[in-house]
């Protein structure tokens, strides 16, 4: 059904748990898969007031070496699984943006990609970047969400409740 899969990827934890899913979707598949990193551009512009000067040149400056570690641990991922894999690093302050051109341009069938990477600056201050790819989107999104983050809301919904219950 699918034979080219974009995996956008932020470096977090939640990232690598949806590459490591994303490989065996698309091994079941047998399709190939394009890897992306958004890295910073570091315009001020796109941050506004929100981002100091400094904090915005170290995040530029580390980009390159987050990109080979970020995209790195997917190549191998792939190479382990069988499944033929290209990686992109792309300089762009919009990740979704990126996301959408990147599947565009590489003619990519489905985007798949996690709900909650919380791992870059621009996602963590200026809202989701996953919903921002589904809305603008023409080509399907995949979103995965692991089951332990599931359990980790419903425990925390439990606990909300126990705790009304002992108030009244």
Known sequence: ????ILLPTDGSQLSRDTAERAVAFAKAARARLTALYARPVGQMDNYGDVVQPAALDRLVNNSEGKSKEYLGFIKKLCKDAGVECNALSVPNDSPWEAIIDVAESQECDLIF????GRGSLSSLLLGSETYRVLTHSSIPVLVYRPSDIDAGRRKAREKAREKERKRA
């Open 1 to 4: 059904m699918f034979q080219h």
């Open 113 to 116: 990609m996690s709900k909650h």
